[in-house]
């Protein structure tokens, strides 16, 4: 057996209000003048609001900062230009709030902060990404779960594809999980970011990797996720299962240390190339995923099938795996994740692109089974 390093080191405050205990934890911290990191969207929400009002709202522009520009699926332009307004108003910290795009932002910000001008794409050239700036997480969708990882998805000038940076010393120094942010988050993408964690805690679980600790928290992610997405989805208003999702997609990104699978790497590209949400893509194509793995690699679902309930003990690999397949299938269209790629504007002339960056996406390297080029192309055709 090799040697394995296991690691869950996140400060995590958890539960309605806790973002009213953001400026103590920030002065713990050494924060005085921080540089809040969102999107347009979100600075227009009773969330932001109540963010605002926290960190007092005379003190914008004089003890606090705000950069309110990122994308979703955020590109080198939302890292740059956060870096260079901690730099030119003196910040000490960046508190990063919203989905994961915002989050994955702020959280590479800090690399251009240490190294103003630096070409991100030679990341990996660097290997001392020591002293970045400290950086509070505060996510407010429930999908991502980038506020624990060690990573940022950017998409990249050079390639326009997704580029995972992942650094230890990316890590937040402290995650506000508040069920109350998440209230106006709109049912379609409640479901849809739900998707995502739902996805990471499923592809964790079936990669091959060792890590027992990771495996355990995958489970138990798609335990609180099948029963808290829907009355999520139902309700927003619903503090307990907006805080257990919360959790959940902290407990997916958790679990993905691991790695991931095949779904992701359909994903990404889905994203980078047709602009299509994260979690929607997944969404799309976690069934067809499933039923690739399962077909080579029977009894693959069993545990995730029992994780969502359903008794699997007496059945065979092979209709264990049908059932879990089909619980996720029944699952997605009941929080109203159904249809196509081609209604997302996906065409047959994205397939040669799609599939080449699938093939180059990382992801797919950990999966239960090997992915080909040709799988890839008949897995975007099946859900086409
Ligand atoms: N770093 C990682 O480990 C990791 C993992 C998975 C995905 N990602 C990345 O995360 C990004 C996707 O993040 P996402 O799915 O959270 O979407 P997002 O951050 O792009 O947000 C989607 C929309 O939700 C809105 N929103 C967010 N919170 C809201 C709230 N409380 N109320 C109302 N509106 C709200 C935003 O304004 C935005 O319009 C992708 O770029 C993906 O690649 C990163
Ligand atoms: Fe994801």
């Known amino acids: 057996m090799s040697l394995t390093s296991f690691s869950f080191p996140t400060p995590t405050l958890f539960g309605p209000g806790a973002l009213r205990e953001l400026p103590a934890r920030m002065a713990k911290l050494g924060i005085r003048r921080p540089l809040i990191v969102t999107d347009g969207g979100f600075a227009k929400t009773d969330a932001f609001a109540a963010l605002t009002s926290v960190l007092g709202t005379e003190g914008r522009g004089s003890s606090w900062f705000a950069y309110v520009g990122v994308h979703p699926n955020p590109v080198e332009d939302d890292v740059r230009e956060p870096a260079a307004l901690f730099i030119q108003h003196g910040c000490d910290g960046i508190i990063a709030i919203g989905g994961g795009s915002p989050l994955d932002a702020g959280k590479a910000a800090r690399l251009l902060v240490k190294r103003p001008g630096f070409n991100l794409s030679r990341f990996y050239d660097e290997s001392d990404w020591s002293g970045l700036a400290p950086f509070i997480a505060i996510p407010t969708t429930a999908g991502t779960g980038s506020e624990v990882g060690r990573s940022s998805v950017i998409t990249l000038d050079g390639t326009r594809k997704k580029a995972v940076l992942f650094h230890p010393e990316l890590l937040a120094k402290l995650v506000i999980l508040d069920p109350e942010l998440t209230v106006g988050l709109p049912a379609k993408l409640t479901a849809a970011t739900g998707a995502d964690a739902l996805t990471h805690c499923i592809e964790s679980f079936t990669c091959p990797q060792f890590h027992p ?27 307990e299962a907006r805080g257990h999702m919360l959790v959940a997609a902290a407990m997916g990104a958790i679990a993905f240390q691991k790695d991931l699978g095949v779904v992701h790497s359909l994903a990404h590209p889905l994203s980078s190339i047709c602009g299509m949400h994260h979690g929607l893509a997944n969404a799309l194509c976690l069934v067809a995923g499933m039923k690739f793995c399962a077909a080579r690699k029977p009894g693959l679902y069993r545990r995730v099938g029992q994780a969502c309930g359903l008794e699997t003990l007496g059945l065979s690999d092979a209709d264990s795996d049908t059932q879990a397949i089909h619980f996720v299938t029944t699952f997605l269209k009941g929080i109203g994740l159904e249809g196509r790629l081609r209604d997302h504007g996906v065409t047959t002339d994205h397939l040669d692109s799609l599939v080449a960056q699938a093939m180059d996406d990382p992801c797919h390297k950990t999966n239960a089974v090997p992915v080909t080029a040709e799988d890839f192309r008949a897995l975007y055709q099946a859900v086409l």
Not at 213 to 232: S, Y
């Open 213 to 239: 600790l990771c495996d355990g928290i995958a489970l138990e992610g798609v335990r609180l996720i099948v029963d808290a997405l829907p009355k999520a989805v139902q309700d927003g208003r619903n503090l």
